[in-house]
């Protein structure tokens, strides 16, 4: 049994197989052009294979020269796909693309060459056949003749290549690409150890074997194939996430538009209801009892008022970026100012110190103090609150105390939005303390450090 033709044959196989695999992975994403390029060196390598057996079953010179030909024609595509790979998957500097340029025009010479050639390319003239036994009984044969000179510069070309490799895993080190530059380098240096061997010993009659080329692009191709599977199934996995992220983006904008309907249909709809229905009523109240009306009036005056703070305060969440046009202070004024004229609890509010704050510190503080004062109105039965802010730089510390009915932290956390308020804390790499004691009041307190947070802006 031939078993060195079936090895030829199988490792035919499995490069038309990867082949196919990356060609396809190519048509799901047409900008990744190396997936292409890795397909038709796969493929230039497998044909290689099928004309190496060919050439090892070529017992006569005629044959010999049909043979060779076609392995040389092969070895050119080869070569130059592999080239134009090593260009794409490396992406090498200016320097490095000449010398591919190069590279592929002198074997495409080559090739042209090779077709007038009465002997290939290899050789100017064939002298006799070298007739090898393998230690299984198998028989095969390799040709021996005159070098042609034209074929040093060839072989020179192979060194080139592995410049070539060194320079593109010297850029893949410089972008951090390691891991691709380490498995590259090692699987180049497997094929180029067996392609060596080939060269230097087997056609020069100093070891009886076949040419060991195939096998060790084999391992390369195998290896270049991992890492890009790798890279395919790391960018599925960063698409996967993205649409994730795209469908909690939605799923969060319809949640922020329900609540802020439901805001305003629960405030400030309910406000003008009132204020439409008072106004209604004043000029009969005023015929009949103008102190009442008076009082009336006020009413009137304060409900206006709240939902008029309201109002601004919803339009704050419709356009998110003015949270970062206003100062901390004015953002935490106009929140007390809305609280105080909606539910006519007082808020005594004190600012200390000032200090300019990252965007995403400023949002952080201002959604605190935002549910801090929401849960306040619908469920502490409070009848005055306190909020602080002071500044030390390089410290900031946001209190929210009122003197309402307390609630149990462990068990009503959930219901109260104190896990939102400590994830928006951690993202900003801050401390939320809550403190809470039935019929005493709650104290919420956010505390931040500058030097705590990478990156942070100056204080002014």
Not at 169 to 187: G, K, S, T
Request: aromatic share 8%.
């Amino acid at each position: 049994m031939n078993f060195l033709e079936i090895a030829q044959y199988m490792a035919c196989a499995v490069f038309l197989t990867i082949a196919v695999i990356h060609w396809l992975v190519w048509l799901r994403a047409h900008r990744e052009i190396v997936h292409l390029l890795f397909a038709v060196t796969s493929a230039a390598a497998g044909a290689n294979a099928i004309a190496e057996a060919v050439m090892y079953r070529a017992d006569s010179i005629d044959a010999m020269s049909s043979a060779l030909r076609w392995y040389v024609a092969t070895s050119g595509c080869w070569a130059v796909a592999t080239v134009c790979f090593i260009v794409s998957y490396t992406s090498i500097g200016r320097i490095g693309r000449y010398v591919a340029a190069t590279i592929v025009a002198a074997c495409l010479i080559a090739m042209v060459l090779n077709v007038f050639s009465p002997a290939s390319f290899l050789y100017t003239e064939l002298t006799g056949l070298r007739e090898i036994t393998l230690p299984w009984g198998e028989r095969l044969w390799l040709a021996i003749g005159e070098d042609n000179p034209w074929r040093l510069a060839s072989e020179l070309a192979f060194v080139v290549i592995i410049g070539l490799v060194a320079d593109g895993c010297y850029h893949l080190w410089q972008r951090e690409e390691r891991r691709r530059a380490i498995i590259f380098a090692a699987a180049v240096m497997v094929f180029m150890l067996c392609f060596g061997t080939h060269a230097f010993f087997v056609d020069t009659g100093r070891l009886d074997s076949p040419y060991l080329s195939t096998y060790g692009f084999l391992a390369l191709v195998g290896f270049t194939s991992y890492d890009l599977a790798g890279e395919v199934m790391r960018t599925s996995e960063l698409s996967s996430k993205l649409a994730q992220r795209e469908s909690d983006l939605r799923t969060a904008v319809a949640d922020e538009r329900n609540r802020i309907a439901g805001e305003l249909h629960d405030s400030v709809t309910q406000t003008l209801f009132s204020t439409a229905a008072i106004a209604d009523a004043l000029p009969e109240v005023w015929r009949r009892k103008p102190d009442e009306a008076m009082r009336g009036l006020e009413e009137l005056k304060h409900l206006t008022r709240g939902a008029l703070a309201e109002m601004r305060t919803l339009l704050l969440e419709l356009h998110p970026a003015t949270l970062l046009e206003k100062d901390l202070e004015t953002l935490l004024r106009q929140l007390a100012d809305s609280m105080t004229e909606r539910t006519r609890i007082p808020i005594q509010l004190e600012i200390d110190g000032k200090m300019h704050f990252p965007e995403e510190v400023q949002i952080a503080f201002y959604r605190v103090a935002q549910e801090s004062l929401n849960n306040i109105s619908r469920h502490a039965h409070a009848t005055k609150v306190w909020l602080s802010l002071v500044c030390d730089a390089p410290n900031a510390t946001l209190t929210i105390r009122d003197d309402g009915s307390g609630f149990e932290v462990a068990t009503d956390a959930a219901g109260m939005g104190l896990a939102i308020m400590r994830e928006r804390v951690a993202a900003i790499a801050g401390e939320l303390n809550v403190h809470s004691e039935s019929k005493r009041g709650t104290t919420i307190t956010l505390r931040w450090n500058r030097h705590s947070r990478i990156g942070g802006d100056d204080d002014n």
